[in-house]
């Protein structure tokens, strides 16, 4: 019926998150180590960059998705939000939240805005810092080495800063549509040169590659940089992506996080906005849980317009969860991560 309202996209297939009999791991709390918690205020924009608001925002959408955080075992979230934002967050929130700092600037905007940028959060102490290089963000010169953010990654060695986590790639179906100029956004392989070369000069850095790396299509490549680069982990964040290829290779990613349990970080990559739902939060804590320690099998209940319907009339891809062992889920839950964030000590 043309009237009939659309459902909403965090549960097109009207599912009942409250079943969670399948979310059996208890043995320790678990860390949510990429995420976008900010301060809010109704002036956000859907899709606009999220947060920014500092003190004159609210901490209401925060409140809202970390309490039902909770209720899915995550103790302790790593948030990537503006500067201004850490000081409200911190003072509401104590030690639930750790931060990440992104390091961007305009390309009309001078070096020093960079390094004024990572000089303030490293006085807010940020644990991590992210380079944010999708090919999207190409034009705007957001390449993973671009010299400005070499230069910050120099200074942030030197402040003893041990960890950058990077976003280079993206979902290989968006070189069907997004990307399909790739003399300028580059092929999907070539996203992985810049990145490797940077992992080689500052092999100080512990290095997450944020989205499972940016390629859950390819376990095998995945393995190859893991052998080859020690200091790198991945973050399993960007729930409708990993739904969509991981499902499809539980095999081969099982066997990939088991001979690499300890380079694996938990993710969803929520992001707070102004009058998102409660259920939009537990639909991506629901299924990040579902795919990796359960064995659930069923059409993914978030809507995913990557998503194309091969022979089948489902609306959504299937969602089959990769059903890791407990001692390794202990890893990528929560020991990882713990160890990720240990305060750097004198002789480390
Ligand atoms: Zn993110």
Not at 155 to 177: F, I, Q
Request: charged share 25%; with cysteine.
């Amino acid at each position: 019926m043309s009237d009939t309202p659309k459902p909403p996209e965090s549960n097109v297939t009207g599912h009942d998150y409250s079943q969670r009999g399948h979310l059996h791991y208890k043995a320790t709390p678990i860390i949510d180590f990429h995420s976008h918690v900010t301060m809010t205020a109704p002036s956000d924009q859907a899709n606009g960059p999220a947060g920014g608001s500092g003190a004159e925002g609210t901490t209401a959408g925060a409140e809202t998705m970390l309490a039902l955080g909770r209720e899915f075992g995550i103790s302790q979230t790593v948030t990537m939000c503006p500067a201004q934002d850490i000081a409200p967050l911190r003072a509401k929130f104590g030690d639930a939240l750790l931060f990440n700092g992104m390091i961007n600037k305009k390309p009309d905007e001078p070096d020093d805005v960079a390094y004024a940028l990572l000089d303030r959060f490293l006085e807010e102490g940020v644990h991590i810092i992210k380079l944010w290089s999708a090919p999207r963000g190409r034009e705007r010169g957001l390449t993973v080495d671009a010299p400005w953010r070499v230069e910050c990654l120099r200074r942030a060695s030197r402040a003893g800063l041990r960890n950058v986590m990077v976003h280079v790639g993206d979902p290989d179906a968006w070189w069907e549509h997004t990307y399909t100029d790739t003399a300028k956004f580059g092929t999907k392989p070539e996203q992985y040169v810049p990145f490797q070369r940077l992992m080689k000069e500052f092999p100080e850095f512990n290095w997450i590659g944020a989205h499972m790396g940016g390629d859950p299509e390819h376990p095998d490549h995945l393995q190859a940089m893991l052998e080859e680069f020690p200091q790198l982990y991945f973050d399993t964040s960007a729930t409708k992506w990993q739904v969509r290829e991981v499902s499809p290779r539980t095999r081969e990613i099982y066997g990939l996080v088991c001979r690499f349990p300890g380079r694996f970080l938990f993710g969803t990559d929520l992001v707070t906005r102004h009058g998102l739902t409660a259920e939009h939060y537990v639909s991506r804590y629901w299924c990040q849980r579902t795919l990796w320690e359960s064995d659930w099998s069923g059409p993914s209940p978030v809507a995913d317009s990557d998503y194309k319907h091969p022979n089948t009339a489902n609306e959504t891809p299937t969602l089959r969860g990769v059903n890791l062992p407990e001692d390794v889920l202990r890893k990528v839950y929560f020991e990882n991560a713990r160890r990720l964030l240990e305060p750097a000590t004198a002789g480390n």
